[in-house]
Every structure is written in C-alpha cells, then in structure tokens.
C-alpha cells in the first residue's frame, strides 16, 4: 500500500520518538497530524502539529476530526507515553495519582484514539503502530525496565491485550497491527530517567537513535505482517527479522 497522499496521525509528536515518527511519515510522502500537550509540536518540520492531550476524549475527536479533513486516514502511531517513579511501598495516595496519570495517557488514550481512528482505517485498509517497549519480549530481553517505575511497566504489558486483539479483529478490514518493543533510545525520557538528565557514557555510547526506530517503522510498515511485537536491541542490528510463529509474535 502507497503512503502517498494518506494521513497519518502520531501521538505525542512534540519530541523523541514521535517527533522522528512524524517527520519520516512526512518525508514518505504523508499528510500528517502530529499533536502533543507540548506546543513544540507545532514547529516539526512538514508535519500540521496541534496541541493536544490523547487523555481527553474531547481533544481526541478534535484530532481525529482535523485529520480526516486532511484527506484518508491510513496510519495511527500511538507514541505519546509518560512514565513516574512509583516504589510498591509508596504512599497510596501517590499511587493512585500516578496510575491515573500514566494508565490515562499509555491505555485509555491508546484505546480512545485507537477507537476514533478505527472506522477511517476500516474504510480503505491501513497500520496501527502502538509504541510498546523491549522487556514485553522476554524471550530476548536481558533485564526489565527499572523496578521503581512499575506502573510504566505495567501499561506496557497490558498494551500487549490492544495489539492481539485488534491485529486479529482488524485483519478482516487489512488494517495491520503491531507493536514497537525497542530498548534504550536517545529521547528526553530516557535522559529524564537520569538526575542530570544526561546519559551515563557507557548508555551513550551505544544507545539508538529514534530516526533509526523510525526506519524500523516503515519496514513494519511496508511488510504487510500484523499482530507482532517487533524488537529493536542495543548493540544489534535494527530489523524485522524473520516472522515467528504465532505463539512467539506478542511475547516473543
Ligand atoms: N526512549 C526509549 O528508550 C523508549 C524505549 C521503549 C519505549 N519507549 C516508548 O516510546 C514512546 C515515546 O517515548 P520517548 O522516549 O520519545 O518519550 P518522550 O517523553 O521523549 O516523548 C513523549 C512525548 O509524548 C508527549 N505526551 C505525553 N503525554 C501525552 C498526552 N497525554 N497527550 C499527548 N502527548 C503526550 C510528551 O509531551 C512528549 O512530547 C513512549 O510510549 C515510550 O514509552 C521509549
């Protein structure tokens, strides 16, 4: 399927990975819809950016609406993630707000936006990327994400239900779904996980770079498979490998 000519929509497009998400998709040739709650998405070069929080239903049908006024909509990237430290024996109350601020933005935002989306993917066939993270594939992952950040880490788990289930209920309307499960990439979350918001020169020296990620992308893309996770390592080479079987593809 060309890109040429469609509209894609990428979640938290302000920076990161999103941002190079949505400046790929433009250079591919797609109208695209980048929103963020940061306004800084309103200066990535050749995408329309809009400032908008995917935790609102109302900001989604807002950007849902715009797009669908740019022309057909074949791609949603469900980038836009957020993460706090959380210990299991921190205050409740700092649990309770922590798990509505993360599981709002990585799940129900995931699951409204996707909702809004669904029926413009269904007209025409199109992708659903959802941004997922390296230890959901524990088959291959040498660790798991820090322990303090638990919440994080389980949005991501559950984020796995969305991938499995939509890949195969959508395969009957060619829309493809899969998930992005990459290890350590230079972005400001991954330096937010340090005080001085540097990497440590060993992480530096190896770590990916989000416009590689998004070459990844448009290889998922382009191969036409659904309902996988596919991983990105440090230190190995970014591909899509050779597809597993059935029972490996979400956890592999
Ligand atoms: N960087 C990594 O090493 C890494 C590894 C695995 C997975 N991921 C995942 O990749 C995705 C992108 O991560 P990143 O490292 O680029 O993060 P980042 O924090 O650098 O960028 C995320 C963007 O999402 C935006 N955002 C957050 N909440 C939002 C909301 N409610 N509505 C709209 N926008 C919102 C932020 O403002 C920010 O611009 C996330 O889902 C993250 O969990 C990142």
């Not at 190079?20 to 329309?48: M, N, S, Y």
């Not at 190896?206 to 191969?223: F, L, N, P, R, T």
């Amino acid at each position: 399927m060309s890109l040429s000519g469609k509209v894609a929509i990428v979640s938290g497009a302000a920076q990161g990975l999103g941002r190079a998400f949505a400046i790929r998709l433009a250079e591919e040739g797609c109208a695209v819809l980048g929103f963020d709650v940061k306004k800084e998405v309103l200066d990535v070069p050749g995408v329309t950016g809009m400032v908008a929080d995917v935790s609102k239903r109302e900001d989604v049908e807002s950007v849902v609406s715009k797009a669908s006024g740019m022309g057909g909509i074949a791609v949603l990237v469900n980038n836009a993630g957020t993460w706090r430290k959380t210990p299991v024996d921190s205050p409740w109350q700092q649990a309770i707000d922590d798990w509505d601020f993360i599981m709002d933005t990585n799940l129900k935002g995931v699951m409204m936006l996707s909702r809004a989306v669904v029926p413009f993917l269904q007209k025409d066939g199109g992708h659903i990327i959802n941004l997922s993270t390296y230890y959901v594939l524990p088959a291959k992952s040498d660790g798991t994400n820090q322990p303090d950040t638990d919440l994080y880490n389980a949005s991501k788990w559950a984020l796995n239900g969305f991938t499995d289930a939509w890949a195969e209920y959508l395969e009957k309307d060619n829309v493809k779904v899969n998930g992005m499960c990459m290890g350590a990439t230079d972005t400001p979350m991954l330096r937010g996980l340090f005080p001085t918001k540097q990497l440590p020169a060993e992480m530096a020296s190896v770590v990916m770079k989000a416009e590689d990620i998004a070459g990844q992308m448009m290889d998922i893309i382009a191969s036409g498979r659904t309902g996988e996770n596919f991983g990105a390592w440090v230190g190995e080479e970014i591909t899509i490998g050779v597809q597993p079987p059935l029972y490996k593809r979400i956890t592999g």
